[in-house]
């Protein structure tokens, strides 16, 4: 049984949430290839080509590909399936997006999420926003699958597969790219940082974010995250948001500022390796999940950090 | 315009939920039970569509036990004209619930299906994508803005890194994000209006029936958990701590 792992990549660099679903496919099966569909993607491929474990690498370009539509990359899989038992892709938005489309054209049940590979047919999912595991079997022989690739270690390099080129199908009649608004940032990505310093709503407005959460990110070369409640306000851009429904992260440093921990947030970086809460409110229920609590002022207690920090060499 | 919204009856969005103890679900007695909040957000877009003109008529259906009712209720009360329940003590899985709320399109007819983006009880975030696929409709997942204008919608998106703004005909699926808008609350005069609209209340087999499922719920258990670690003084202990004794700076 071969499984086919979709890659996750903005046309010119293979994002590591690709390496980790490949890593849970390589639990489900030894027969791995990963599709890069997108335009210019020619670096990207060869990235792909260089992980460890996959037997063949498959290429296929159109515009609408590039701008990662879901009715394109469907339109281009459903074919492609036809050789594949199952179809792995991160659980990013691209992913989210397409893999049920897939799904449904293919009469099967997706499954979203995926924690943990029990068996072939069996894994781990989260529920009510992580309060709850389910496991579950499917007797779908097709199956779509997407992987929290927090969840994953990352697949090894050093691997030399091959390239070889597909159909891209017949696109997207019906759905038009009109713009798109990425925000530019020489930070780390959320997703797969390894330091994150998020802020709640605590910080009033935002400049203050910026003043408070930026610096103290720099320092650490950490990605910047917020609550919901912190985006709602409008403090921080809709991407920084962590949580059930925002970015799932699983950093080796988790430091929350002025973030009372509500549970849709806690959902999205409870498996943080350590986790810090500063919280002037010692009631917080950030302080149940934190390995570290400092119950002070954010605005006394950051700028004691940053020193904190610079004294330790930072 | 015609406008379906599918909305989900589901446990309150302030409750914690509960695994039960002989690992078959998440206990739900006597929990406090709402609309999906992704749902309501979805309402309230079609309503706004309605007051603007664009929706001449805007359709709510859920599937769901006989208290779902309640959830159209509510939609109702919000400005949604009227309501559809497929009544069922099942739990349909995504694939299913797709399949009935296509055969509901076809019966309905509508040029736009909002709805919210994944359901806070499965957490799938499957079953618009999947509905536009089995009609063949364009999807334009995670809306923070949408804009209908003659045949076509430009959906402005909520993507990892940013925003995507996309340009889809009708007839299509859209599917609400947190910050589409503020739904609003239902005025009492809306409320008693909404108890004398009309809920057809139907079966499944009305709509094709339900299907064997392709998924068996293997077991449900509780996450692990994380025990509170320690307090710190101040912020020269925590740097010390995080260098000596977690190493992570």
């Not at chain 1, 792995?88 to 999420?113: E, M, W």
């Not at chain 2, 599918?6 to 679900?25: C, F, H, L, M």
Request: overall charge negative; some cysteine; aromatic content about 4%.
């Amino acid at each position: 049984m071969a499984v086919l792992v979709v890659a996750d990549h903005d046309n010119a660099e293979l994002k590591d949430t690709t390496l980790k679903t490949v890593t849970a496919a390589l639990a489900i099966s030894g027969d791995v290839d990963v599709l890069v569909a997108g335009k210019g993607i020619a670096a990207v491929a060869a990235q792909a080509a260089k992980i460890a474990g996959v037997r063949k690498v498959l290429t296929t370009e159109s515009d609408a590909l590039g701008q990662h539509i879901a009715e394109a990359l469907s339109a281009c899989l459903v074919p492609l399936m036809a050789g594949y038992d199952d179809l792995l892709t991160p659980a990013t938005t691209v992913g989210k997006n397409f893999a049920p489309r897939v799904a449904a054209l293919l009469d099967v049940a997706p499954i979203s999420d995926v924690l943990e590979v029990v068996d072939a047919d069996t894994f781990v999912r989260p529920i009510y926003a992580g309060n709850a595991l389910e496991t579950v079997h499917s007797s779908d022989a097709k199956k779509v699958i997407t992987v929290r690739a927090t969840a994953f270690k990352p697949a090894e390099g050093g691997g030399s597969a091959a390239i070889e080129a597909v159909d891209a199908g017949p696109g997207a009649p019906h759905t038009r790219f009109v713009s798109e608004e990425i925000v530019k940032s020489d930070r780390p990505e959320l997703a797969g940082a390894k330091i994150v310093v998020s802020g709640g709503r605590a910080m009033g407005s935002a400049e203050e974010f910026h003043r408070v959460i930026e610096p103290l990110a720099d320092k650490l070369g950490a990605a910047v995250g917020a609550s919901r409640a912190a985006v709602d306000a409008g403090y921080a851009p809709n991407d920084y948001q962590v949580g059930q429904t925002g970015k799932v992260v699983a950093p080796q440093l988790y430091i929350a500022i002025g973030i009372s921990g509500a549970i849709q947030h806690l959902a999205g970086m409870k498996d943080s390796k350590v986790i810090v809460a500063i919280n002037k409110d010692a009631d917080a229920p950030i302080f149940q999940v934190a390995d570290y609590g400092l119950v002070a002022d954010y605005k006394t207690a950051v700028p004691e950090l940053m020193e904190a920090l610079t004294a330790a060499g930072k | 315009m015609k406008v379906l919204v599918p909305v989900k009856r589901v446990i309150d969005y302030n409750v914690k939920a509960r695994v039960k103890s002989d690992q078959t679900g998440v206990d739900l007695a006597n929990v406090k039970m709402s609309m999906n909040p992704f749902c309501e957000i979805a309402v309230e877009e079609a309503v706004r569509l309605q007051e603007k003109g664009v929706a001449t008529e805007v359709v709510v259906v859920s599937i769901g036990p006989i208290q779902a009712q309640e959830t159209i209720r509510t939609a109702l009360a919000m400005g949604a004209e009227r309501g559809i329940l497929i009544q069922t003590d099942t739990d349909p899985e995504p694939l299913e619930v797709a399949k009935l709320l296509a055969a509901v399109a076809k019966a309905e007819e509508p040029r736009l299906i909002l709805m919210g983006k994944q359901a806070i009880d499965g957490d799938n975030n499957a079953v618009g994508q999947m509905l536009s696929a089995l009609l063949g409709w364009p999807q334009a997942t995670f809306a923070s803005k949408v804009e209908v204008s003659g045949d076509k919608a430009k959906v402005t998106r909520e993507v990892d890194g940013g925003l995507q703004t996309l340009e889809v005909d009708l007839p299509a699926v859209v599917t609400a994000d947190l910050r589409l808008n503020e739904p609003r609350y239902a005025s009492l005069p809306n409320i008693m209006k909404a108890k004398r609209k009309t809920i057809d209340i139907k079966t499944p087999d009305d709509f094709g029936g339900l299907g064997e499922g392709h998924l068996k719920v293997v077991k449900v258990t509780e996450p692990p958990k994380r025990v509170a670690g320690v307090k710190v003084e101040n912020a020269a202990e925590l740097v010390a701590k995080l260098k000596t004794e977690a190493g992570v700076i």
